[in-house]
């Protein structure tokens, strides 16, 4: 019994301090079909309420030329803050090749990547796929 209320005791002192695990503050997943260059992504709200960096993985990646091979590399991902009345500037940016983009701890605002361009040029014709996009704030 004794064990027990120690073990308690403890947990309660951890909850009060607000030590615990470092989780997202939030996120959410989607996918991507068929995007063109300068698509951009849903837009969202970071509270900055935490220390994790914002984040951007991308699995099951093509961009498929006319004779259906897939031309992808990498999809150059721009990370954009919205600001109201202006233009929203870039803050960060990062060559996705189908794995997790890592934009670092942002300010609390509204954000919204976009998709800038395919293998480091401005491609047109080839259309972006991503069979999971998970977004982590």
Known sequence: MRKITTV??????IAGLGIGPA?????????????LRGKESRHWQDGNRDNV???????????????????????GLQLKKERSG????VVARDNNSCDTSN????????????YADLNGFDQTG????????AVKY
């Open 126 to 133: 080839y259309h972006l796929s991503v069979s999971s996009v």
């Open 86 to 89: 202006l233009p929203d500037p």
């Open 8 to 13: 308690a005791v403890g947990v309660v002192a």
């Open 103 to 114: 934009f670092g701890d942002r300010a609390a605002g509204g954000y919204y990547f976009n």
């Open 53 to 75: 960096a914002t984040t951007v993985r991308f699995s099951g990646c093509s961009a498929k030329d006319s004779n259906g091979r897939n031309r992808f590399e990498y999809a």
């Open 23 to 35: 989780f997202a503050e939030e996120g959410w997943s989607s996918s991507i079909g068929g995007w």
